[in-house]
């Protein structure tokens, strides 16, 4: 069984200042993380994702995010926050490499980023 | 290269009513995925479809909801006799060739049921 826990369910920052989005998961086989973002009306998109290669992802948008399977956590990092980035950011697990079903995504709840000017 | 389309986008039904999503797939993408996100909870998922084979529907209740992605047409997520529980959004999601966790998703169809 997998699941995904997202601290702080809306995330307020200034423009210009460092963005940090928690997110840990369990997971009983080797994980597959993923982060996605989403815009007003639409759907989700990847920013970025860790399939057992580097531990340090870097995705779209300036995000990156840290694999460190020792605290079971993947928290999503942007060094200066623009107000394009304002949106509902989602951290999802599946099966890593070794699972059968790596397109069964499991969720957190969603952080709700606001920048302001 | 029109992305994941999904209709209608907000459906209200009454209780007892059937509900009819749709979901059309990125083109080229044979594999369609349904997630359902209740009101404060994360996505969930529902069922994988591929062109007329339901692959995995673990995360479908048992009764009342089914899905079909025929071999010419959009997926249909179907809802018979609504309850106010089903009030929720629900997003459809597609793969190209094999299962596969780089899913595009769609805007949702957010339902509510009154």
């Known amino acids: 069984a997998q699941s995904v826990t997202q601290l702080g369910s809306h995330v307020s920052v200034s423009e210009g200042a460092l963005v940090l989005l928690r997110c840990n998961y369990s997971?009983?086989?080797?994980?597959?993380l993923f982060w996605y973002v989403q815009y007003p009306n639409q759907g989700l998109q990847l920013l970025l994702k860790y399939t057992s290669a580097a531990t340090l992802v870097k995705g779209i948008n300036g995000f990156e995010a840290e694999f460190k399977k020792s605290e079971t956590s993947f928290h999503l990092t942007k060094p200066s926050a623009h107000m394009s980035d304002a949106a509902e950011y989602f951290c999802?697990?599946?099966?890593?490499?070794?699972?059968?079903?790596?397109?069964?995504?499991?969720f957190g709840k969603g952080t709700l980023l606001t920048v302001n000017p | 290269n029109a992305g994941v389309m999904q209709n209608p986008r907000h459906l209200v039904r009454r209780r007892g009513q059937e509900a009819r999503l749709r979901c059309s797939p990125m083109k080229g993408h044979s594999h369609v995925y349904w997630y359902r996100q209740l009101p404060e909870e994360g996505l969930k998922f529902m069922v994988y479809?591929?062109?007329?084979?339901?692959?995995?529907e673990s995360g479908m209740p048992k009764e009342r909801f089914s899905a079909e992605f025929p071999k010419e047409g959009p997926s249909i997520l179907r809802i018979q006799q609504v309850v106010r529980g089903d009030s929720a959004a629900y997003f459809c999601?597609?793969?190209?060739?094999?299962?596969?966790?780089?899913?595009?998703f769609g805007p949702g169809t957010r339902l509510t049921v009154t």
């Open positions: 999802a697990v599946s099966q890593g490499p070794s699972g059968g079903s790596n397109y069964k995504l499991t």
């Open positions: 999601a597609s793969s190209p060739s094999v299962a596969s966790y780089e899913q595009y």
């Open positions: 479809l591929q062109k007329e084979n339901i692959i995995d």
């Open positions: 997971s009983s086989v080797p994980p597959y």
